[in-house]
């Protein structure tokens, strides 16, 4: 094979985790990448901790699979919950993909600003670079080479362009407009926390815990080895970031076990948000590309919003490397575009959907008689070989685009 490359440099806007992944995955490859990053610093908000199955094989060829599984946790339990008593409905263990191939694919968490620092960290080292305080206002491209222009800092040019810039992004509006993101925003208002509650010791509660009520709906995960949960919750729409936090106390008393005092937990940090599901309408536009919130969108509840984009960048970095080392040519990133619109329109969308509608369900008392998920994990708390099969059945989600290099 000839020494030279058929292109030099891949420049990634956006240093959030599906940007920082990219990057660490080329990197890694020998193949140069520029991150360009409006803000200063890496993002502190509390937002996705938990990634599923099918991110985990990302973490293993991305080297990282260690120190995630040294800093952070394996989740194992999780379960639905009465909102009236919050005994368990359905529930299970993932304990049957702790040995697949020899990989334990439950999933992880690792807090989302711990694997950015840790990602960014190991993509420096790597041979990448950022640039800080970047702020994009545009981009354009021609036939030999793509560009963003930079407030205050002109051009910065690349073979490629991929936009990893979030649910905002400045790459997909320069793409398609400000309005072209098809979908819709849900009507209901979602808080974040992160909080320190003893939820296991206290109350026996599991790994992750849904509970089911149309309007006083939450979720409680752990985060961390030292008893910090992801704690999010259903709210009224319509007031300012103030006056949810005033509402916070109460709302905790009537809906956490143990109708808690605030002497009795810890809140580290609280942040409203909204819910989307919406997809771009093309993940490729020539030399710039899509990737996660910046393509896709879905609401939290299941994690199938930062796990897919996780996969998407798996999927992306397959099909850049396939041209890197002349087993592909350009058509393999229509390909990417198409398969990944597919699996979020097939999988990520539908599901997600499903997944907010069964917590925020308006009869709690029969979502058990009315839905087929839930009813087959009754059915794997008996027959082990069943909920490993079903489990398996999200790895759905991934696509294999290295069936498309040259023989």
């Known amino acids: 094979m000839s020494s030279a490359r058929p292109f030099k440099k891949v420049l990634i806007v956006g240093a959030g985790p599906s940007g920082l992944l990219l990057a660490l995955l080329l990197s890694k490859h020998s193949i140069p990448v520029h991150i360009i990053e409006a803000s200063h610093e890496l993002d502190q908000q509390p937002r996705a901790a938990h990634y599923g199955t099918p991110a985990i094989p990302e973490f293993i ?51 989302l600003q711990d694997l950015d620092k840790l990602m960014l960290e190991e993509a420096l080292a790597s041979g990448a670079t950022i640039e800080w305080e970047a702020k994009v206002l545009t981009t354009g491209q021609d036939q030999e080479k793509a560009w963003v222009e930079i407030e205050g800092k002109g051009k910065r040019e690349a073979d490629f362009i991929v936009g990893c810039d979030g649910a905002n992004s400045i790459v997909r509006r320069s793409l398609f407009g400000d309005e072209a993101f098809p979908g819709f925003t849900w009507d209901k208002q979602i808080i974040a926390t992160n909080t320190f509650y003893d939820f296991e010791g206290k109350f026996g ?104 984009g996780f996969v998407d960048i798996g999927g992306l970095y397959e099909c850049l490397l396939g041209i890197w080392d002349g087993k592909a040519d350009e058509s393999i990133l229509d390909l990417y575009s198409e398969k990944r619109i597919e699996k979020y329109k097939t999988i990520i969308d539908p599901i997600s959907q499903e997944n907010f509608r069964r917590v925020s369900d308006k009869e709690p008392s029969t979502r058990l008689e009315r839905d087929e998920f839930l009813q087959m994990l009754k059915k794997g708390e008996t027959d082990k070989g069943f909920l490993k099969e079903l489990l398996l059945g999200f790895m759905e989600v991934r696509y294999d685009f290295t069936q498309h290099y040259k023989k």
Not at 93 to 105: F, K, N, P, R
Not at 237 to 244: M, V
Not at 273 to 290: D, E, N, S
Request: charged share 25%; proline share 6%; glycine share 8%.
């Open 61 to 111: 060829r991305a080297g990282i699979i260690d120190k995630i599984r040294e800093r952070g946790l394996i989740m194992s339990t999780m379960c639905w919950r009465s909102s009236t008593d919050h005994s368990i409905i359905a529930g299970f263990d993932a304990e049957v993909l702790s040995d697949i191939d020899g990989q334990d694919l439950r999933t992880h968490c690792y807090v």
């Open 205 to 308: 509660w599991h790994d992750a815990n849904f509970i089911i009520h149309p309007e006083h709906f939450f979720m409680a995960a752990r985060i961390t080895q030292e008893g910090l949960y992801r704690i999010t919750y259903g709210e009224v729409p319509g007031l300012t970031r103030e006056e949810y936090i005033k509402r916070q106390p109460d709302i905790f008393r009537k809906i956490l076990p143990g109708n808690p005092e605030p002497s009795d937990y810890k809140v580290v940090t609280i942040s409203p948000y909204k819910m989307h599901q919406r997809c771009a309408p093309k993940f490729r536009v020539g030399r710039i590309l899509l990737a996660a919130d910046a393509a896709h969108l879905c609401n939290p509840w299941g994690g199938l919003g930062i796990t897919g």
